[in-house]
């Protein structure tokens, strides 16, 4: 997944100029609104990445997708059922 799709340039504009351990203001994004906090920062050439070290960020990418998406089919199913309180041994 190109990393354009996933970052809007909304985003990496926030990020850049954010210090590390600050609130960013709200980013506003199709799915609701964000605020972001940078932990670290590094550099990364892609190009030398290994196969092995591919594979496993390809992997790790779809186990947080799915994990993403069975998180959001929960909320969706989650029903709290509100009972009236009962006196104790009546």
Known sequence: MPLDSINPPSFRQV???????R????VIAPDGIEVIIVCSREQK???E??????QAQLLNERV?????QLQ?????????ELRPATARGA
């Open 64 to 68: 947080e997708l799915l994990s993403r």
């Open 15 to 21: 990020i850049a100029t954010l210090p590390f351990d």
């Open 72 to 80: 959001a089919d929960l909320r969706r199913r989650a029903r709290i």
């Open 49 to 54: 990445l290994s196969k092995k070290e591919v």
């Open 45 to 47: 050439n892609l190009a």
């Open 23 to 26: 609130a960013s203001q709200r």
